[in-house]
């Protein structure tokens, strides 16, 4: 089955009692059992609700693997990935990943005793020599957030094999419609499902997906012990979303190539972060391991000041200024004041974060409205 017909199809089924075509959202806590302990499956909606196991195995199709776990954020996703850790084991982590991972590892996590090293992972080696006895758990990005560098997914896998590491992927950025990193060697895929799967900025929701029977066993335990589940209406909007997700990511895609190079031939602008410009140093990277290059870009501006780049953000008349990213409507958001503040500016700036880097999510308008609105801005 290809892609396009998974995302209408793959794990979904008509309604047994009435042949509806949409799933239907089963808004119950509870669940009638014929004797105690006998029941059709579903007890309790923390462990089990048939419209998450719908939500779940379209996932799981989506992204080839066995199994799917959807949480009530991204960040309770990968918060689940984190449980799998024990004190004294140690982390390797994309340098200028998402500002909410990081801080959820450096003051949650790094409180239990695990220890975390941030590198960059566009340079492989920088993998290998943090690799020790006690590295347990490999953390990539790609593209990352926000300055869209590329890893090379196949031989960040084959290092963490040869090492016995588990690799978890965050594919946020990429949707499983660009990238599959199961496919390319991880053990987990991690999904803010809030962002390209639901497309439609109205659900918040995370997701994990793998093939290991073992994983699985684990993870689900974590879900329904700490129920940090997604309620049936959640699940429902983001099957809802996921039918029209190729379609969506087929223009996010197009319109985000024409505002890079817009954007590139600027004379305010010196640097633009998209991996489908020819000079990105990771293009050929992403050529090779993703169907197309995305909808997400950054860029910084000649006058590298926050004043800059505020007074920028707040002349555009389309874009809308907000946290978040991958919905139909283009958003705009400055990482050092927004996504990113809660990691340290010496931090940001070591992985190369400027204050005028400017992070745009390209909807599906019109993209002549759109580059009109940044030139406006631009004054």
């Not at 400027?354 to 002549?368: A, F």
Request: proline share 4%.
């Amino acid at each position: 089955m290809k892609f396009e017909t998974k995302t209408i199809h793959a794990g979904v089924h008509s309604d047994p009692a009435t042949g509806a075509i949409m799933t239907p959202i089963y808004q119950t806590s509870t669940y009638a059992q014929s004797a105690p302990g006998v029941h059709k499956g579903y007890e309790y909606s923390r462990t089990h609700n048939p419209t998450r196991t719908a939500l779940q195995d379209n996932l799981a199709a989506l992204e080839s693997g066995k199994w799917g776990l959807v949480f009530a954020s991204g960040m309770a996703a990968t918060d689940t990935v984190a449980k799998l850790l024990k004190p004294n084991d140690e982390v390797i982590a994309s340098n200028d990943l998402y500002g909410g991972t990081y801080r959820i590892f450096t003051k949650v996590f790094q409180d239990y005793g695990i220890k975390f090293h941030f590198v960059d992972m566009s340079n492989l080696d920088n993998v290998e020599a943090k690799i020790n006895s006690k590295t347990k758990l490999i953390c990539a990005e790609t593209p990352t957030n926000p300055l869209l560098k590329i890893v090379d997914l196949r031989k960040v896998a084959a290092i963490a094999k040869s090492h016995q590491i588990l690799l978890a992927v965050d594919n946020t950025f990429a949707s499983p419609y660009l990238q599959n990193p199961l496919a390319l060697g991880a053990d987990l895929v991690v999904h803010s499902a809030t962002k390209y799967i639901g497309g439609h900025s109205d659900v918040v929701m995370g997701a994990i997906c793998g093939n290991s029977n073992e994983l699985f066993e684990k993870l689900s335990f974590i879900q329904n012990s700490c129920g940090a589940v997604p309620g049936p209406m959640d699940c429902f909007l983001a099957i809802r979303g996921i039918k029209t997700l190729h379609v969506r990511m087929e223009r996010h895609c197009q319109n985000a190539s024409k505002v890079a190079n817009f954007l590139i031939n600027h004379p305010k602008v010196s640097k633009v972060y998209y991996p489908g410009l020819a000079n990105h140093k990771g293009h050929e990277i992403a050529k090779n391991q993703m169907r197309d290059f995305g909808g997400m870009l950054s860029f910084e501006l000649k006058d590298d000041s926050v004043q800059a780049a505020h007074k920028f953000l707040s002349s555009l008349k389309i874009f809308v200024l907000a946290e978040s990213l991958g919905g139909v409507e283009s958003l705009a958001g400055h990482p050092a004041t927004m996504t990113h503040a809660s990691i340290p500016k010496e931090e940001r700036e070591k992985a190369g974060l400027k204050d005028s880097l400017i992070r745009l999510s390209i909807g599906i308008e019109n993209v002549d409205d759109l580059i009109e609105d940044l030139s406006q801005a631009m004054g």
